[in-house]
C-alpha cells in the first residue's frame, strides 16, 4: 500500500493505472498521455482511421459532444446502487457498456472532471465516474476494459429507433432500490449474470438462481 498526493491509501497496482491528475488542454507532459488513448483519444482521417458515427451525444452545456461508432451497445441495464443513486441524485442509473474504442470525443475531451467513488477522491483511478467539468452533466464511468455510457445524453433516443437500440436487459442491485420497476426484465441482486435473481413481486432473493453459478455447475 501506499498513499497518493491526496493522501489516499492505494494498492500498489493502482501506481499502474493511467494519471491521477484533473483534465487540462496541456498535453507535453507525461501525465497527459492519457489523451492518446481511448476512450478519450481523437479519432480522425489523419491517422487513416474509419470511424462511421451511428449515434452523437453531449452533455448539458455543449462543452463536451462525443460520437459513437456502434449501432449499439453491448449490454443496457438499470443500476440501483445507492452509489449511482446518489452520484445521479435518481432512483437509478441508466447505462449502455461500450468498448472504449466505440468513442471519439469531437469536443471538449479536455474539459473533463474525474470522480474516484472508492477512495473519494478526484483523480483518475479506475474505476472513476467521468463528467462535464462545466456543467457537470455525468458523462460515463470508464472502467478498466469498458464504458458505461448514460443514453438520455444520446441525441434521438427518444425515437421508435433509439429505444430500441438501447433498450434495456435487466436490473442490478436491484434490492438496494428505492422505487419498484415491475417491467419484465430480470433483476439481480448484484451484477447482472453474476448473482441472484430477485423476485419481481416479492422483492426477495431466488436462492439458486446465479447464472453463472449454474453455469459452471453444469460445465463439472
Known sequence: ????SEGNKR?????????????????????DQWKFRAPYKIHDDKGGENFEAKWKGKCHCGAVQYELSREKPLASKYCHCTTCQRMHGAPFQWAAIFHKTDINFVRGHHDLGWYDPTAKSTTHHLPCKVQCAYC???????GRNMILLFPTLIEGINTPEGRKAFEVQSHMFYQQRVVDVKDGKPKYKGLAGESNLVDEETGEEIEGSNPKER?????K
Not at 457537470?136 to 470508464?142: A, G, L, Q, S, Y
Open 11 to 31: 494498492s500498489e497496482e493502482g501506481k499502474k493505472e493511467p494519471h491521477q491528475h484533473q483534465s487540462s488542454n496541456r498535453t507535453d507532459r507525461p501525465e
Open 215 to 219: 453455469k459452471e455447475g453444469e460445465e
Open 136 to 142: 457537470r452533466t455525468p458523462i460515463m464511468d470508464e
Open 1 to 4: 500500500m501506499y498513499k497518493d
